[in-house]
């Protein structure tokens, strides 16, 4: 008799085959359930209401300091990557260039704990020489794991909101356009259309795609966004499970990755075909993009993440990797 479990997750093209049911894990009854990331991450930290939820790295790890709270494992599935240098945004007439000009200026993040925002803080520190400290942080929101920020970094509401979560009260724009804030990290793209149709806003970099490539090309880095993770009850009363859904979220990422070889898959984007042909020329096969497992390219990814967020005080010491995942794929 089949297992009845659900699963929250993003509708990615990645995803998809989960969510129309061309794919579906041996031996489980999957109900699936697709929203946007911030809502179902904070619905999932205050409660798992799924079974299997797509949540944040950044999350995932500091909820493994207080594990007895947060009663689930991840799966070596990493659904969501994402380079973040093209999600830095200015005032159009700033005369900041790169990551490292943003020493002693006041800079918008999401939460402090954001997934996107930890990357690009280790990115600026790391290849920039920004230290983290000389930066006036204004956070848009609460974490989802509340371990608090060390004292060493001078992390403050956004410019004119009471203490909370102001993520829907205060624009980023506004305070940018205003002058309260210099920079924005803005992983949502909220921000990404206003460079587009406004005259005011601009990337940090004057070429953002060419800094993503050369960011892969020298570390061989895709920054990894979101972990699957499966409840623990659920682990414990059925542990073939998480070979079962693991090798159905592999399927589900090859069809992903098997249509999107034909010219013709993307009718809505013009050039995606040549877009995807430069894609693979500079990163090599989608499959090596889209690895799962702990093989050596992801877990060269994940301890850099790891030391990251240890650095930014997201996570009270680094971990083990092998701690941080269910045992049965250890070594797929």
């Known amino acids: 008799m089949a297992v009845h479990l659900s699963l929250g997750c993003t509708d990615s093209d990645i995803m998809r085959p989960l ?46 300091t207080v594990s007895n709270d947060y009663e689930f494992t991840a799966l070596p599935v990493f659904p969501y990557r994402k380079f973040r240098h093209s999600f830095v945004y200015k005032r159009a007439d700033s005369d900041m260039t790169d990551l490292g000009d943003l020493a ?132 414990d009363k059925h542990p073939w499970v998480a070979l079962s859904v693991y090798e159905a979220l592999c399927d589900a990422r090859d069809q992903c990755l098997d249509r999107k070889r034909s010219p013709s898959a993307d009718l809505s984007s013009t050039w995606s075909h040549l877009h995807d042909l430069e894609q693979q020329r500079i990163m090599g096969p989608p499959e090596s993009v889209w690895e799962y497992g702990l093989t050596e390219k992801t877990r060269t990814e994940l301890n850099t993440f790891v030391d990251y967020a240890h650095n930014q005080g997201v996570i009270p010491h680094e971990y083990d990797l092998d701690d941080l995942f269910v045992d049965a794929t250890l070594d797929l």
């Open 19 to 64: 969510l129309n049911d061309a794919v579906e894990p041996d031996g489980v009854e999957l109900t699936t359930i697709a929203n946007r990331p911030s809502k179902r991450h904070r619905r999932f930290f205050e409660h798992p209401v799924y079974d299997i939820c797509e949540i944040s790295l950044a999350s995932y790890l500091s909820s493994r």
């Open 104 to 235: 002693g200026k006041n800079v918008a993040t999401q939460s402090w704990q954001t997934t996107a925002t930890v990357w690009i803080r280790g990115i600026a520190r790391e290849q920039y020489g920004l230290d983290l400290e000389d930066v006036t942080w204004y956070r848009r929101k609460e974490d989802d794991v509340g371990l608090g920020v060390p004292d060493r970094f001078d992390v403050n509401v956004l410019p004119g909101e009471k203490e909370g979560d102001a993520a829907r009260r205060a624009p980023v724009r506004q305070a940018l356009l205003e002058g309260e804030l210099d920079a924005a990290m803005d992983p949502s793209g909220s921000l990404f259309s206003e460079v587009a149709q406004s005259d005011n806003l601009d990337f940090l970099f004057d070429d953002p795609l060419g800094e993503e490539q050369r960011y892969f090309q020298e570390t061989g880095i895709h920054p990894i966004m979101h972990v699957i993770v499966i409840r623990d009850e659920i682990l």
